[in-house]
């Protein structure tokens, strides 16, 4: 079983940066493939991020590669979503994910809202 918790939401301006944090509980935290989500209102959650537990791998949505990157410091079983260049389309509620080898996640956050004003 995973807990995980989200932080770093908040407001900021076109063209500001974030960065989301993913707290995890549990073992083997490097075995675990993270991923993020994000729900804008109205429409349904689409994947943004992820990063594989054994190879450190990354893949990103068009949408927003080249200005966010995943990463993950396994001493402190934390994943992070860093958001540089943010636009007003960004804004959405933010989800971080888990699974071990499952092809869909097991695991959610409650979410943190981040919002981009223009």
């Known amino acids: 079983q995973v807990h995980l918790v989200e932080s770093g939401g908040g407001l900021v301006q076109a063209g500001g940066s974030l960065r989301l944090a993913c707290a995890a509980s549990?073992?083997?935290?490097?075995?675990?493939?993270f991923g993020w989500f994000r729900q804008a209102p109205g429409k349904e959650r689409d994947f943004v991020a992820a990063?594989?537990?054994?190879?450190?791998?990354?893949h990103y949505a068009d949408s927003v590669k080249g200005r966010f990157t995943i990463s993950r410091d396994n001493a402190k079983n934390t994943v992070y979503l860093q958001m540089n260049s943010l636009k007003p389309e960004d804004t959405a509620v933010y989800y971080c994910a888990a699974k071990l080898q499952s092809v869909q996640y097991d695991y959610w956050g409650q979410g943190t809202q981040v919002t981009v004003s223009s």
């Open positions: 990063i594989i537990g054994s190879s450190g791998y990354t």
């Open positions: 549990g073992r083997t935290f490097s075995s675990y493939t």
